[in-house]
């Protein structure tokens, strides 16, 4: 069990690309809008990446490395003493086109696709990339795959790690889309890809404005209210002390409800953003809603308690604690 | 012009990915993995036996010939002729 007394989580850097202008770019949260275009905003990637093993990447992996190193260079750190990935969906612009080749070819099968296609690989490349030999680790759970990975991020930390890298991405691909027409999925913003990294640290910098206060997936969440209310409780806080709640909750309904709960708790609805309009929905855009957090507090150091709710499926539970750090 | 040297070049480049080269860039005798020619690795000589299959048929079932055959689009179009004849 972590000791949140025991240690402090700093947030030294941050990176994500997404629909919004969002890499290399602090203050972002002043400007943005809802996700309408399909296309996500990149960076020059072989401003990144060596242009051998550019060629060979996907969408996610090229996300993943650009903002690994973004978060490298923003910490002045030439290697991270772990790398932790989470994604819902992992490689599936590989796993479609080995599938597919599979289906149409006959005989050999070309093997990059095949290679690329497993979750793991974008902790792998990233650690290829910088030459890391340290503890490299995957967490896919779904819609709670990043608080996963951020969970496995504190932990070492408790055990003596000084930096970790820690990040979630995943992809979109066409056929998704025709699935979830299939399976009578309206989330209600489009579906649509993203990455976000950080480096979580024991040192605080003369920059960090933020910090992971404390982080819980709850798988089967039966009661999402009562398990926020135990949550803030551990954590010597009420609903009405949030600041901000950065929330995913699909579809109109489901956000109806929980819009009346913040009400009732006494928050202004107008400090209560569904990130999903902002990130689009994919597995793990609730590390855009942590980047998301740490912006705000970055441009407004009032803010002492920011919530990260991640109702994106029904039957998981991500909350995320942020706070801001005395100057 | 060498119909099928040329087609080599632009298998090469779609099946590797190799995204700024075109094949006017590919001199017939570049050494495909060496630094100064197209800098292959071991993943792209598996595509290339992939590529020798289904572009043109030839299953390439001995180590030995690969190494030789690989070594550049000359002696690629000199293995593929020499298998089909």
Known sequence: MRDMDKNTYYI?????????????????????????????ITPDYKAFIDAGLLRRMSKILRMAVACA???????GLDQPDAIITGTGLGCLQDTDKFLN????????????????????????????SLGNHGY?????????SFEHAMVDALLLLDEGEQHILVGAADEHIEILSEITTHLGYKPGFPLTSGASFFIISKEKRHDTVARIADCEPVAFAQDPVAKLTRFLDTNSLEISDLNRVVYAVPGNANAGKYKTIWREAGLDPEKCINYLSLSGVYPT???????YAVDLISQDRSLKNILIFNALRKENLGLTLVQSVEA | MDILKEDLKRQIIEQLNLEDITPEDISDDNLLFNEEGLNLDSIDALELIVLLEKYHGIQVTNPDEGKVAFRSINSMAEYIRKRKS
Do not use: R, Y
């Open chain 1, 12 to 40: 030294i850097a941050a990176s994500t690309i997404s629909h919004q202008d969002t890499f290399g770019k602090t203050g972002f949260s002043d400007s943005m809008s809802p996700v309408v275009s399909p296309a996500l």
């Open chain 1, 69 to 75: 190193k973004d978060c490298l260079a923003q910490a």
């Open chain 1, 101 to 128: 080749t599979s289906l149409t070819v006959e005989g050999l099968l070309p093997p990059t696709a095949f290679i690329q296609s497993t979750h793991n690989t974008m902790a792998g490349q990233i650690s290829l």
């Open chain 1, 136 to 144: 490299n680790m995957t967490h896919t759970q779904n819609t709670l």
């Open chain 1, 285 to 291: 855009a609730s590390a855009f809603a942590l980047n």
